[in-house]
């Protein structure tokens, strides 16, 4: 009996262990998949209140008569909800009372209602010690002079069968009829409305070739500072591991004046050269090559076999976890850096342009419209997102079986 109360609240405790998490993961996911979601939508549906996660298309139907098709709106007809096609919107309708009775009102249009005595010399009357403009109502036949009261504006709802009957009520206020549709055209929007193929080739371009060119300097110099021997090797290491404490806000200017000397400014090598050394990379790969064992590269040297043939033939292949946590960590500061590409290209120069760039200037474009612009965040989002999965097995067996070593 007591082993399986022991099961019991082991069981019972995982279970709410892994509850909490799972609430948790999903309020960590909720703005990614409400991004993806809004993504599909329409402008208008983008605006709804409450807001709502699936993308929805509003329901339109052809009803003889009219050229275009319709809207479908849910309409209260004697105390209940039927579908009617908004025919007319924007109709401004009056409240009118008389002077003497504002407890007897009339609703009328706008436009059927005139003046008393005429536009030009329009008959006033004093109600509640304010000064009011008569208007002439036709109620029942006849003409009384009226105030007006208060305006709203309203839709013309037909019926569906017999287009002959007519209901008026407050477009805002009545509720759409929609189906769940999604719009994956906002993607190509997008892509031409603020040239983001060009964006996201540089991105790619630059991005990749950052990673390479992090990699390979990583992996030399950190399999120098690890093995070889040289006056001062520990001395040119601490210093040029300090230089990660240097803020990036300080190396901006003297890198921009270094940009327009070289005459950069303005080119996408300005956002690979300067990138493909790393302190944290030689770290990384330096603390690595620390942990593999001396008796297999001395046995190597026994063979004959040089430095570089240790290094790409025997090192190389047995540090992909390694190799895969800074070519992780490279790509996403690649693909997401924007001070740097803010600073040294021009805005004007689309075709240089990176994805944060992009984004930016979609931000202002696309301004009332949401919906293409979390369709370009969607797009600059997913490729690190895939790379970090697929990434993810690496960094975690790397972090796992790493050590720091002097």
């Known amino acids: 009996m007591k082993f399986e109360g022991y099961r019991f609240r082991r069981y019972l405790n995982n279970f709410i262990i892994y509850f909490i998490l799972t609430i948790f993961g999903l309020v960590m996911l909720f703005p990614f998949m409400y991004m993806i979601s809004t993504s599909f939508k329409i402008p208008s549906d983008t605006f709804r209140y409450p807001p709502r996660m699936l993308p929805r298309d509003p329901v339109t139907i052809e009803i003889a008569g009219y050229d275009e098709p319709l809207p479908l709106y849910y309409v209260q007809v004697d105390g209940e909800k039927k579908q009617y096609a908004l025919a007319k919107s924007n109709i401004k309708v009056g409240t009118y009372a008389p002077a003497d009775n504002l407890t007897a009102t009339v609703e009328e249009y706008l436009t059927e209602v005139k003046p008393t005595g005429g536009a030009t010399n329009q008959q006033k009357v004093e109600v509640n010690g304010k000064e009011e403009k008569l208007f002439d109502v036709e109620v029942d036949g006849q003409i009384i002079p009226m105030i007006l009261i208060s305006q709203t504006t ?124 790393t302190a944290y990379g030689t770290f990384l790969m330096r603390q690595h090559f620390i942990t593999f064992p001396k008796e297999i590269e001395e046995a190597a040297l026994l063979d004959g076999a040089s430095r570089l043939q240790i290094l790409t033939q025997v090192l190389i292949p047995a540090s992909v976890p390694a190799l895969a946590t800074l070519a992780t960590f490279t790509f996403l500061y690649a693909w997401n850096s924007f001070i740097w590409p803010l600073v040294i290209i021009n805005v004007g120069n689309e075709k240089n342009h990176v994805l944060t760039l992009a984004l930016n200037v979609l931000r202002g474009r696309a301004s009332d419209t949401p919906n293409l612009i979390l369709a370009g965040a969607a797009i600059a989002i997913i490729p690190p997102l895939i790379v970090f999965i697929l990434g993810q097995r690496f960094f975690v067996e790397s972090v796992a079986s790493s050590g720091v070593k002097g």
């Open 154 to 277: 309203v839709g013309e709802f037909v019926d569906l069968q017999n287009p002959e009957n007519k209901v008026f009520q407050n477009v805002r206020l009545s509720e759409p009829v929609e189906n769940i549709g999604a719009h994956p055209e906002n993607y190509t929007e997008v892509i031409e409305l603020n040239n983001m193929a060009r964006a996201l080739t540089n991105t790619a371009l630059v991005t990749i070739l950052v990673v390479i060119g992090q990699l390979l300097t990583s992996v030399v110099g950190g399999y120098a500072f690890a093995r070889l021997k040289f006056p001062g090797r520990d001395t040119v290491f601490v210093f040029y591991l300090g230089t990660i404490m240097i803020p990036f806000v300080m190396l901006i200017v003297p890198l921009y004046q270094l940009m327009v000397l070289i005459g950069w400014t303005d080119r996408l090598a300005a956002l690979i050269i300067p990138w493909i050394f």
